[in-house]
């Protein structure tokens, strides 16, 4: 079946640094989705994504559609403590109701 | 802002036994879905509900499981004789209509926490 591999697993940085993570993916998508979790808390959506190539930004969050629709990069700018948590990518195929999501990409930030 | 609500927010089963976790999407949504996320992984595909019926499942989703939309604000999900690896967090989501469609993406809930012991 279609799977997203996300890394790094985990991050630990400093705040005020910038983070970047990225998924990719063997297969297609067509919708490329950026989440971010909070303990005991449902997925939150951050970005998402529609067009090959799109460059999207929210806040200090940038995230891209990569060119090939295979893989998708999130950046978050100057860390600040409420950033931490788990960010997941998600993609959806064509005609595909149901979201794949990535395996999770864990973010600390020390102060 | 509207939001999706699921209770309980934890639920404690015996092995066999079955459970229904309950769900209310937004309320002009018109699709419905739960997810899995097993302690420490992902957030897995379990199955998609539009129209009182199944849209889309996923192997997990077998005949263990069944789906329900009992009236016209609640979405249930029936697990028949739970397992050990039922244990997970169980999150609904919904949608004003289908994803594949280009619709805004769907709202998830905070999630039932589902431990069988």
């Known amino acids: 079946g279609q799977q997203l591999n996300q890394s790094p697993q985990s991050m630990f940085i400093q705040e005020g640094e910038d983070v970047s993570m990225n998924c990719t993916s063997s297969?297609?998508?067509?919708?490329w989705l950026w989440y971010k979790q909070d303990p005991g808390e449902g997925p939150v959506l951050l970005i998402a994504?529609?067009?090959?190539?799109e460059l999207t930004s929210n806040g200090r969050l940038t995230a891209q559609f990569g060119i090939t629709r295979k893989d998708s990069f999130l950046n978050i700018s100057a860390s600040i403590p409420s950033d931490v948590g788990i960010y997941f990518c998600?993609?959806?195929?064509?005609?595909?109701?149901?979201?794949?999501f990535g395996q999770g990409t864990r973010l600390t930030i020390n102060p | 802002e509207p939001e999706v609500t699921q209770t309980p927010s934890h639920q404690v089963t015996q092995m066999g036994q079955e459970v229904i976790l309950r769900c209310v999407p937004i309320?002009?949504?018109?699709?419905f879905y739960w997810y899995r996320q097993i302690l420490g992984q992902k957030v897995e595909f379990l199955v998609s509900?539009?129209?009182?019926?199944?849209?889309?499942k996923s192997e997990i989703f077998d005949d263990q499981f069944s789906v329900e939309r009992p009236d016209g604000s609640n979405f249930t999900l029936k697990i028949r004789s739970t397992k050990l690896e039922d244990s997970a967090m169980y999150f609904c989501?919904?949608?004003?209509?289908?994803?594949?469609?280009?619709?805004?993406?769907?709202?998830f809930g905070q999630g039932t926490r589902l431990t069988v012991v």
């Open positions: 989501a919904s949608t004003p209509i289908g994803l594949a469609w280009g619709a805004t993406e769907a709202f």
């Open positions: 297969s297609i998508f067509n919708t």
């Open positions: 994504l529609y067009k090959a190539g």
């Open positions: 998600a993609g959806r195929g064509q005609g595909a109701q149901k979201l794949v």
């Open positions: 309320s002009n949504h018109l699709y």
């Open positions: 509900f539009y129209n009182n019926e199944i849209s889309e």
